[in-house]
């Protein structure tokens, strides 16, 4: 199959908070990034936990998504190197929390995003995974209508699946009006514990989404914290296999 001439841009979403979107970007880019690939974080939460996780400090984010959304700033402008080879972030901070009464009125406000990223500068990137915030509001809408296809992590627990239904009705409705491209690459389960049975749950996920569900879980929740908390990226030897065999293509 012939190399992509444009990035795969990948959202990766979940309304539900705290359930490993920050942590799976993160980690999916350093995987990508040490497999050889140009990868572009942006992070589109104004908790801004992914530019913190890559070591970018509130202070140094000059030029952020909130610009980039507000076509205040280029793409280019606002990308910032960060210490992992090869991964870029599109740094964010409290202020995009605005966003949505700010542009919520304007005619174009679910395409911004995928306009900012129409640029030759988006097309240095083989990958751009957008870090979602925990809401399904204009800002993740924006990251629906600008990517390829979304990711779902969705931690391995009783309750997963409330609220899953929504996020795939947003998915529907983007797809029916302004993305008719749009898929689901997969969920990817998170937190997963081996003590849990959680197998009837998965099973039961497969059938209802008929996505693929990719295991990207990490051994431990103490060494993904660990890792946080020192603005390093996890890479997971054992997970370059997988990742090789499964370039979401
Ligand atoms: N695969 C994983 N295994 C174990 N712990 C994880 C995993 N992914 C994330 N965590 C931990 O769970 C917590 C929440 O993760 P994270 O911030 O990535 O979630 P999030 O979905 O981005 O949250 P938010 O909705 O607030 O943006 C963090 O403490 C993180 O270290
Ligand atoms: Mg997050």
Not at 31 to 45: K, M, T
């Amino acid at each position: 199959m012939p190399e992509p001439t444009t990035p795969r841009v990948l959202a990766i979403t979940n309304q539900k908070g705290g359930v490993g979107k920050t942590t799976t970007a993160i980690n999916l880019g350093a995987a990508l990034a040490s497999l050889g690939e140009q990868v572009l974080i942006i992070d589109l939460d104004p908790q801004g936990n992914a530019s913190t996780g890559l070591g970018v400090a509130a202070r140094d984010r000059e030029n952020t998504t909130y610009e980039l959304l507000h076509e205040e700033a280029p793409l280019a402008s606002v990308i910032r190197q960060t210490s992992v080879e090869r991964l870029d972030l599109a740094p964010a901070t409290t202020d995009l929390s605005s966003t949505d009464v700010e542009l919520g009125s304007q005619e174009n406000r679910v395409f911004l995003l995928k306009d900012a990223l129409s640029t030759d500068t988006a097309r240095d990137y083989d990958y751009i995974l957008i870090d979602c915030p925990p809401s399904l509001s204009l800002l993740t809408v924006n990251a629906l209508v600008a990517c390829d296809a979304v990711l779902v992590p969705l931690q391995a627990e009783f309750f997963a699946l409330e609220g899953l239904s929504q996020l795939m009705l947003t998915v529907r409705d983007v797809r029916e009006t302004a993305n008719p491209g749009l898929r689901i690459e997969g969920v990817v389960l998170t937190m997963y514990d081996q003590r849990n049975n959680l197998s009837q749950q998965v099973e039961a996920l497969q059938g209802a989404y008929t996505a693929k569900v990719t295991e990207l879980q990490t051994q431990s929740a103490e060494q993904v914290k660990g890792i946080a908390q020192h603005h390093q990226q996890l890479f997971l030897q054992q997970k370059k296999k997988l990742l090789k065999e499964n370039r979401f293509s």
